[in-house]
């Protein structure tokens, strides 16, 4: 995803003095070498953010509310069944009542099937809408900083008493990194920009309609 006002992105970024002196240094680091490398957390990033954290909200408020509302929904499928048994079987009183208590049911599966589409569909747009985000930040900085390659790794410290901490922890990529590489808070602050573009953008939008 390409944004338009690249040059105000760079200013931002270039006045937040948390993140220039990470990323020069980084660049000076390995400048020796031949090599300019940075690293960056993505998994922390789409756990972090204040505005993917939001989006992800969203979606699980939308989730609560549909459960409300199926909770009711299963409460009449119970009820019309319950009726069901007060008919004779082979009467038309029977075969009418059964006929709606299968509709109700029916429809009841399909919505739930969509609803869960749904909510999926939001969820898998969340991490592809913010992933391109993030690697456009990443890209930004990098040739900004003139870096040659950045690496994804994993920040998590191990915890012993949690197995999948320990297993993740084990299974790093990178082992040891200066913590002058890393342009993680970067990527975070180029993604503040782009999403309250993004969100400007698309409230200009609904304005014109």
């Not at 338009?4 to 931002?12: E, F, G, Q, S």
């Not at 970024?13 to 980084?26: D, E, G, H, R």
């Amino acid at each position: 995803m390409r944004f338009n006002c690249v040059a105000a992105i760079l200013v931002a970024i270039l006045t937040m003095t948390a993140v220039v002196p990470s990323v020069a240094t980084a660049q000076e680091a390995s400048a020796s070498s031949g090599h300019r490398v940075a690293v960056v957390d993505v998994a922390y990033i789409f756990k972090n953010h204040p505005g993917i954290k939001a989006q992800v909200e969203r979606v699980e408020g939308d989730l609560k509310n549909y459960d409300a509302q199926l909770q009711g929904k299963r409460e009449e499928l119970k009820q019309a069944a319950e009726r069901l048994k007060t008919f004779k079987v082979g009467t038309p009183d029977y075969t009418a009542q059964e006929e709606q208590v299968a509709s109700m049911e029916s429809k009841l599966r399909l919505d739930m099937a969509r609803k869960r589409k749904e909510l999926a569909d939001a969820e898998a747009r969340i991490y592809y809408e913010n992933y391109q985000r993030i690697a456009s930040g990443v890209q930004f900085l990098a040739q900004h900083y003139k870096i040659n390659m950045v690496l994804r790794y994993n920040s998590e410290e191990m915890d012993l008493e949690k197995g999948d901490s320990v297993i993740r922890g084990v299974m790093k990529n990178i082992v040891y990194h200066d913590e002058a590489l890393d342009m993680t808070k970067g990527v975070m602050q180029y993604l503040d920009k782009a999403i309250q573009e993004d969100i400007a953008k698309r409230g200009a939008a609904g304005t014109t309609r």
